[in-house]
């Protein structure tokens, strides 16, 4: 079992950029898939960014070339960095490692 806390989200403004952090209360290497999801308002949760192997990464058609995922296993801690955020990314964002959730964090993005 993997326990995930979320950090990083908050209010931007459209264009701007955030980074989100996953910390892990254990190792998450080789436990995949692992990566990011996003829930709207009235919308089924989806996936945004994941990793599904050691170099496999998969991102939303929505993020591609805005989104980035990154990891790094000394600090048992995935990322999302988010640039040129519309309004459209404003979710719930959840980190995922191998069927295990954390309990998400609110990215905001308005004028």
């Known amino acids: ?4 806390v979320e950090s990083g989200g908050g209010l931007v403004q459209p264009g701007g950029s955030l980074r989100l952090s996953c910390a892990a209360s254990g190792s998450i290497s080789g436990r995949y898939p692992m990566g990011w999801h996003r ?4 919308a089924q949760r ?40 519309k309004a459209e990314d404003t979710a719930v964002y959840y980190c995922m490692v191998q069927g295990y959730w954390g309990q998400g964090t609110q990215v905001t993005v308005s004028s």
């Open 46 to 85: 989806e996936m945004v960014a994941t990793y599904t192997g050691p170099y496999t990464k998969n991102y939303a058609d929505s993020v591609k070339g805005r989104f980035a995922i990154s990891r790094d296993y000394a600090k048992n801690t995935l990322y999302l960095q988010m640039n040129s955020l």
């Open 1 to 4: 079992q993997v326990q995930l």
């Open 39 to 42: 829930q709207a308002p009235g």
